[in-house]
């Protein structure tokens, strides 16, 4: 049962650059995310997924773009890489939009733009 | 619109020791509430949640939490903690009942405990 996984683990991306973070469920969860942690800042939403086909901004979504073809993926595009945009990046899927169950987290992208 | 307040950064205690690490929350509608642990490098776990019911709620490794509604605060709780609880703890709430964040977890900004030998 492998939850959510993330690629890569670790990459340093050049100003200007782009690049795809992958985000993969096994469990049929419609609902899926993206969210960025910064230290003492907390998790901020980026995009979000109600299901194939249907994506939606969250909080910080300015330099990302997302698509969900599948149920299963739910990659996120940096187009124009920044040093803002260091951070460490995580995916979560949910069962339910109610939310009563919880989120299931990936380990995380982290992320340096030099 | 929904936040959450977590009010102390940084706790370091000493093993065995109680601990308590707050949480606050504003909501204008119905929250569910979570905490979440974080290990070094690793991705978030679910520590416990509130949906409804009886105010204390226990969780995994001796954690556990209550819901105060009049304070709007969920604080978490461990009566003596091991080396192994070093980690960092997020407090989370979820709207249940529409509104423009509904069905999205909104994070507090995370407490780093430390427990020293």
């Known amino acids: 049962n492998a939850g959510v996984t993330q690629t890569p683990k670790f990459r340093i991306l050049k100003i200007g650059q782009s690049m795809t973070l992958q985000c993969t469920q096994d469990?049929?969860?419609?609902?899926m995310y993206w969210y960025r942690q910064d230290p003492g800042m907390g998790l901020k939403l980026i995009y979000y997924?109600?299901?194939?086909?249907?994506?939606d901004k969250g909080e910080v979504p300015n330099g990302y773009n997302v698509s969900r073809s599948t149920t299963e993926d739910f990659p996120l595009r940096l187009e124009l890489a920044a040093p803002s945009q260091t951070s460490v990046y995580f995916c979560a899927s949910s069962y339910s939009i109610q939310g009563g169950y919880g989120y299931t987290f990936g380990s995380g992208t982290r992320l340096t733009v030099v | 619109a929904q936040s959450v307040t977590q009010l102390d950064s940084q706790v370091p205690v000493f093993e065995e020791a109680p601990v308590e690490l707050r949480c606050n929350y504003s909501s204008s509608v119905s929250v569910y509430l979570f905490w979440y642990v974080q290990y070094p490098n690793q991705g978030l776990q679910l520590l416990l949640k509130?949906?409804?019911?009886?105010?204390l709620v226990k969780g995994i490794n001796g954690f556990e939490a209550e819901f105060n509604k009049s304070q709007t605060s969920f604080h978490l709780r461990k009566p003596s903690v091991h080396i192994s609880d070093t980690a960092e703890y997020f407090c989370a709430v979820i709207s249940n009942a529409g509104g423009t964040s509904y069905g999205k977890l909104t994070f507090g900004q995370g407490t780093i405990l430390t427990v020293h030998p």
């Open positions: 509130y949906l409804s019911g009886s105010t």
């Open positions: 469990m049929n969860h419609n609902y």
């Open positions: 997924s109600v299901g194939a086909g249907i994506t």
